[in-house]
C-alpha cells in the first residue's frame, strides 16, 4: 500500500539555521504532496504542495521539490525562526485512493533562539 | 472566510457510552473527511463523505460511523467507546485533493 516515511525527531537547531526534513513515499501512479504543519494545540496547516514531477511547492520560506526519481519531498528552510517551532507531516494522496491522505509519522521542530 | 468549524473541542466520555462529533466544512467545500490523531498510530484516516455519500472508508471497526448532510456537514459517531478510541479528531474539508485540505482545530476525546 501506499506509505510516507518521514525522519524521527525531535530536530533541534538553532535561529536562522538551514532547515531540512526528508520525506520519501511509496505509491503507484503519480500521487500529489503535501506538507503540513501543526502548532500546539491545533489542527493541520496546509504548508505547501506539489502535484506533480519536478513541481515546487513554496510558502513562507518553506519550500519542496518533487523527486520522482527518488520518490523524495524534502522540506527545506534556509532560516528558521522560534516561531516555526512544530511538528511537521508530509502527506500524499494517490491517484487511486480518492481523496484520501496518508501521512507520514511527523517530525516535531525545535527552533531556540 | 470560515475556517473548518469542530464542536465540541473537548470531550470526556466514560467506556461504552457513545459519542457524536460535528463538522462545518468551508462553505463550497463538498468534501469532508475525517481522520484520527494519536500519539502511537500518527494519522489515520477514517472516512470521507461527498455530496451525502461516503466515498472512501479507512480501516476502522463499525463502531465508527459518519454522515454528511445535504449542507455539506458532517457528524462522526463512535458507538460503545474503548478507551483506545481517546484521540484527537480531525475533520477536513477541499474543494478537491489537488488543492488541498484545510483541517479544523480537532475534537480531543478522552475516554475513561
Known amino acids: 500500500g501506499d506509505s510516507v516515511t518521514q525522519m524521527e525527531g525531535p530536530v533541534t537547531l538553532s535561529e536562522e539555521a538551514f532547515l531540512t526534513i526528508n520525506c520519501t513515499y511509496t505509491a503507484t501512479g503519480y500521487p500529489s504532496l503535501f506538507w503540513y504543519v501543526q502548532y500546539p494545540g491545533e489542527g493541520l496547516q496546509l504548508l505547501l504542495k506539489?502535484?506533480?514531477?519536478?513541481d515546487k511547492g513554496s510558502n513562507k520560506g518553506f519550500e519542496a521539490t518533487y523527486r520522482k526519481e527518488t520518490t523524495s519531498f524534502h522540506l527545506e528552510k534556509g532560516s528558521v525562526q522560534v516561531s516555526d517551532s512544530a511538528v511537521y507531516f508530509c502527506a500524499l494522496s494517490a491517484v487511486n485512493a480518492g481523496n484520501m491522505l496518508t501521512f507520514g509519522g511527523g517530525t516535531r521542530l525545535m527552533v531556540k533562539p | 472566510k470560515a475556517g473548518v468549524t469542530q464542536t465540541p473541542r473537548y470531550l470526556i466520555k466514560t467506556r461504552g457510552q457513545q459519542v457524536t462529533l460535528s463538522c462545518s466544512p468551508i462553505s463550497g467545500h463538498r468534501s469532508v473527511s475525517w481522520y484520527q490523531q494519536t500519539p502511537g498510530q500518527g494519522l489515520q484516516f477514517l472516512f470521507e463523505?461527498?455530496?451525502?455519500?461516503?466515498?472512501n472508508k479507512g480501516n476502522f471497526p463499525g463502531r465508527f460511523s459518519g454522515r454528511q448532510f445535504s449542507n455539506s456537514r458532517s457528524e462522526m459517531n463512535v458507538s460503545t467507546l474503548e478507551l483506545g478510541d481517546s484521540a484527537l479528531y480531525l475533520c477536513a474539508s477541499s474543494l478537491s485533493v489537488n488543492y488541498g485540505y484545510t483541517f479544523g482545530s480537532g475534537t480531543r476525546l478522552t475516554v475513561v
Open positions: 463523505y461527498f455530496s451525502e455519500t461516503q466515498r
Open positions: 506539489a502535484t506533480k514531477a519536478d
